[in-house]
């Protein structure tokens, strides 16, 4: 029962549509397999807007991670708190943090409201934030997770994550927060200094803060597949999501593939890919997927926005999404997603725009290269 519930695929169904089973090319992970290969398969109607929070991913602990969630990276700290507010409202119930944006004492207080204000309970929130890189020596990793709980106003997150598997020289709190990627911004030439800490040395602290209660599920970000082998040598817990970027123009299969064998969910962030990046001069309009013929062609049929096909992609793909706004009504638009579905050569014409192209590179803003 709980490999059918990790593994089953749902679409909406719609008149007209065709179920065809066949049991004579089931391929099963265990070779050689004894026995009978066996489809199973149900007929529903499907998820509809009324039951988008009931929309998840199972991690290894049993735990549900909502499928749409709202990214808080760039949202303005005047508007933090209204957001989390309207963004509950509309249903959403996952908020992605992290120390590196600047922003989670002002996230914290939207959290407060619609908990004070009885919108939801603190069991039905799902709250990430991100463990950041001058943090990663084992004596600075549970200060680290502190500091976010007092800015969060929470007692426990729903998930902790490496931000990036880069290591750096330990920054105290009280000099700057959030650290940044330069050691001392101010000086006439700013640096980044790395420092040599194993990441089995800060997956052991993670470790700790499950077992405190601190924290109920660990995971990474932009890891890829040789660094994730190399964590699962020796991890006792083993990463429960991978948050990487995921678009039409990075579909990152191999990766997806992979996690996907080791029982690892995947979050993609700038989910439109270049959208965020345009005002930091790390892209330009010419790389909006939001202006693809086959994303607009398959929009206007649909009757859906843009976002909407894409973002129902993501979703297709048993991926998480954690698309970035603080507009009300596209909060409303980024999850109104499960009301149609994509066909599969619909999903196909749109993985196939991949470029393998990464606007969020260390190797080329810090010049750290992680995944060459």
Not at 39 to 58: D, H, N, R
Not at 248 to 273: D, V
Not at 327 to 340: A, P, S, T, Y
Request: glycine fraction near 6%.
């Amino acid at each position: 029962a709980e490999f059918m519930d990790n593994e089953k695929v749902s679409f909406v169904w719609e008149e007209g549509d065709v179920l065809i089973v066949d049991n004579t090319v089931t391929m099963h992970s265990r070779q050689p397999f004894q026995g009978e290969r066996r489809v199973c398969a149900s007929i529903f109607k499907g998820l509809g807007p009324e039951s988008k929070e009931a929309a998840s991913l199972t991690l290894t602990t049993g735990d549900k991670m909502p499928l749409v969630g709202l990214g808080m990276w760039k949202v303005p700290k005047n508007l933090c708190g209204d957001t989390v507010v309207s963004a509950v409202k509309a249903g959403y119930r996952c908020f992605d943090n992290a120390c590196d944006y600047g922003n989670e004492t002002q996230v914290g207080e939207g959290l407060s409201k619609v908990l004070e204000q009885k919108l939801v309970t603190r069991d039905q929130l799902w709250i990430t934030s991100k463990l950041w890189n001058t943090y990663h020596e084992k004596q600075h990793v549970r200060a680290a997770c502190l500091k976010s709980l007092k800015d969060l106003n929470l007692d426990y997150l729903d998930l902790y994550l490496i931000h990036f598997p880069i290591a750096q020289k330990f920054v105290p709190f009280e000099k700057r927060y959030p650290p940044e990627w330069s050691y001392d911004p101010d000086a006439k030439n700013p640096k980044i200094i790395q420092v040599p800490v194993p990441i089995q040395e800060t997956w052991e602290a993670m470790e700790a803060l499950v077992e405190e209660g601190l924290v109920k599920n660990i995971g990474v970000c932009n890891f890829s597949c040789a660094l994730l082998r190399e964590l699962l040598k020796t991890a006792k817990i083993k990463p429960a999501v991978n948050q990487v970027e995921l678009h039409p123009y990075l579909t990152q299969e191999k990766l997806l593939k992979f996690c996907r064998s080791k029982g690892i969910q995947m979050t993609g962030f700038s989910s439109f890919g270049a959208m965020s990046y345009v005002e930091l001069n790390m892209a330009t309009k010419a790389d909006f997927v939001l202006d693809e013929k086959v994303v607009t062609d398959i929009a206007a049929k649909k009757n859906k926005t843009p976002a909407q096909v894409v973002l129902r992609w993501h979703l297709q793909r048993g991926t998480a999404i954690i698309p970035k706004t603080s507009k009300e009504h596209r909060l409303k638009e980024n999850i109104d997603l499960f009301g149609f579905s994509l066909s599969e050569n619909e999903m196909n014409v749109i993985s196939a725009l991949n470029k393998n192209k990464r606007f969020n590179d260390p190797g080329e803003f810090a010049d750290i290269a992680i995944y060459d």
